[in-house]
T-cell receptor, first 116, second 107 residues
Framework: SAVISQKPSRDICQRGTSLTIQCQVDSQVTMMFWYRQQPGQSLTLIAT?????????ESGFVIDKFPISRPNLTFSTLTVSNMSPEDSSIYLC?????????????FGSGTQLSVL | DAKTTQPPSMDCAEGRAANLPCNHSTISGNEYVYWYRQIHSQGPQYIIH???NNETNEMASLIITEDRKSSTLILPHATLRDTAVYYCIVNAGKSTFGDGTTLTVKP
């Protein structure tokens, strides 16, 4: 199974600043996904990041607020821009792993973000 | 992707089997059912998945009804460390995560 390293694991940030979250995978993967989990809520998909193309954003999420980079098949970043307290959430990176005949989704340990 | 419906919470006695149901009545013929769990706001952990046959691995068993409109995750001997939120989703990747079932295993 894919091993995902996500950092930082947590951060406390000031309103109006930006934070870049990194996601490193130990194998090459085609599809990488970024999720947000607000306090007490389930996971919400922010965007899908494919190497060599622009990220595809879900309804309610825009590139200016959550720019994503995907420079190669093992790495991606998500930036939370111009943060406000409403952005306080856990941000999760995940990848599809096609080991065997079926895809599975594996998650990083998440970044706990608090915005003051 | 098909939506899923799960009970919000369940309790289970330690050592007993935990049976977690999931409804996915709009599932398509080629869509798989996946189960994940999340402990203490860590990243969700993959448990098991299946298409139409029952599946078993070292963590759990998955029973899928013949019409594929529902499934049950079985933890055969629940331990305190199985206390978590359990999510049933259809397909991986861009799947929509519902609210899941909070399973509490009690001594």
């Amino acid at each position: 199974s894919a091993v995902i390293s996500q950092k930082p694991s947590r951060d406390i940030c000031q309103r109006g600043t930006s934070l870049t979250i990194q996601c490193q995978v130990d194998s090459q993967v085609t599809m990488m996904f970024w999720y947000r989990q607000q306090p007490g809520q389930s996971l919400t998909l922010i965007a899908t990041a494919n190497q060599g193309s622009e990220a595809t954003y879900e309804s309610g999420f825009v590139i200016d607020k959550f720019p994503i980079s995907r420079p190669n098949l093992t790495f991606s970043t998500l930036t939370v821009s111009n943060m406000s307290p409403e952005d306080s959430s856990i941000y999760l990176c995940s990848v599809e792993d096609w080991t065997g005949s079926n895809e599975k989704l594996f998650f990083g340990s998440g970044t706990q973000l608090s915005v003051l | 992707d098909a939506k899923t419906t799960q009970p919000p919470s369940m309790d289970c006695a330690e050592g007993r089997a935990a049976n977690l149901p999931c409804n996915h009545s709009t599932i398509s013929g080629n869509e798989y059912v996946y189960w994940y769990r999340q402990i203490h706001s860590q990243g969700p952990q993959y448990i098991i998945h299946g298409l139409k046959n029952n599946e078993t691995n070292e963590m759990a068993s998955l029973i899928i009804t013949e019409d594929r409109k529902s499934s049950t995750l079985i933890l055969p001997h629940a331990t305190l460390r199985d206390t978590a939120v359990y999510y049933c989703i259809v397909n991986a990747g861009k799947s929509t995560f519902g609210d899941g079932t909070t399973l509490t295993v009690k001594p």
